[in-house]
């Protein structure tokens, strides 16, 4: 195995874990996220509808 190959392989488990971070992070905040979409919409709407300016 030359050094390439151990770089190839540590550089790999390193994107592995990195993405894995990422998804964690992602999945833990989506549930804020998609409530504050709804309530932007929601607003969105509203003013739309003639409650705005």
Do not use: E, N, S
Not at 34 to 42: K, N, Q, S
């Amino acid at each position: 195995m030359t050094q390439k190959d151990i770089i190839l392989i540590l550089a790999v488990i390193g994107a592995l874990a990195i993405l894995g971070f990422v998804l964690r992070v992602t999945f833990a905040l989506l549930g804020p996220l998609v409530l504050i979409a709804i309530g932007y919409f929601i607003y969105r709407a509203w003013q739309k509808q003639g409650g705005g300016r």
